[in-house]
């Protein structure tokens, strides 16, 4: 069993940056599926970002341009910084891990609030 925890999360003002961590209890390597999600009050849950064996890192839409994921094998944390943050931006993360589209390890999520 492979545990995901998130950290980073917190208040930021529009325009600000933040950088969130996952780290995991076991070896990531072992997946060639991580992902940054998210889901805001009354919407369903959305991809962010993701790094998979086969494409490499994608983006959604809504934040190419402005976030970046990356993973560091040898501390089996999954980073995903975000800039130029919005008001829209505001939900909880969550980090998953799995094999293709089955991503079957979550984090509990940690709160990301941008105000104006």
């Known amino acids: 069993q492979v545990q995901l925890v998130e950290s980073g999360g917190g208040l930021v003002q529009v325009g600000g940056s933040l950088k969130l961590s996952c780290a995991a209890s076991?070896?990531?390597?072992?997946?060639?599926?991580i992902g940054w999600y998210r889901q805001a009050p009354g919407k369903q849950r959305e991809l962010v970002a993701s790094?998979?064996?086969?494409?490499?890192?994608q983006y959604a839409k809504s934040v190419k341009g402005r976030a970046t994921i990356a993973s560091d094998n040898a501390k089996n944390t999954v980073y995903l910084q975000m800039n130029s943050l919005k008001s829209e931006d505001t939900a909880v993360y969550y980090c998953?891990?799995?094999?293709?589209?089955?991503?079957?390890?979550w984090g509990q999520g940690t709160q990301v609030t941008v105000s104006s």
């Open positions: 790094i998979t064996s086969i494409a490499g890192a």
């Open positions: 998953a891990a799995g094999v293709g589209s089955d991503m079957r390890y």
């Open positions: 076991g070896s990531i390597s072992r997946f060639n599926a």
